[in-house]
């Protein structure tokens, strides 16, 4: 997989980043994905975000590599590393895992950090624990959310799932 034209577009309307995904193997096709926020939040369009939400998909798509523009969190790269080595021991047909090739380049520590929310009891259960447990401004205290639309959870039906979205967006708005 190669991901390249990682981009920031800021509006009025708020922040965008985008980038370009070519996969090597299979009959897939170029996409552009993106991720927007609104205001106040602005995003910076690097590339530690989208190795880390391509890996997954890369992997059981049956890429060999993901080849990304711009330096990766070398941190980040070795934690994919040791993750998926731990995630082959329970599923012993995945096939290895994709190695990143990448420029590294170190960074200063966060000053804050974001939860995936998908308004269902495990994620709003997990913002409970770090929200209580982690005073305002610590680092590993969410101070944003990413909520994650377009669920297809076997069982549930549209007002199911616009009701966890709603949950979901009453959350973050909290934090």
Aim: charged share 25%; net charge negative; with cysteine.
């Amino acid at each position: 997989m190669i991901i390249d034209q990682i981009r920031s577009v800021d509006g009025t309307g708020g922040s965008r980043v985008e980038c370009e995904i070519r996969p090597e193997t299979g009959a897939g096709r170029s996409e552009r994905i993106f991720v927007r926020t609104e205001p106040p939040r602005r995003l910076h369009a690097g590339p530690n975000g989208f190795l880390l939400g391509a890996f997954v998909p890369a992997w059981t798509a049956g890429e060999s590599r993901i080849r990304i523009d711009g330096a990766v969190c070398p941190l980040l790269a070795a934690n994919l590393t040791i993750a998926s080595s731990m995630v082959r021991t329970w599923f012993t047909d995945l096939a290895p895992p994709p190695v990143s090739e990448c420029d590294s380049e170190s960074r200063p520590p966060a000053t804050g950090s974001a939860a995936f929310l998908s308004g269902g009891v495990d994620s709003l259960a997990m913002i409970h624990s770090l929200t209580r447990r982690r005073p305002s401004g610590h680092p590993d205290r969410p101070s944003a959310a990413i909520v994650v639309d377009s669920q297809d959870v076997g069982g549930l039906d549209r007002t199911e799932t616009d009701a966890r979205f709603a949950r979901s967006l009453s959350a973050s708005e909290q934090m």
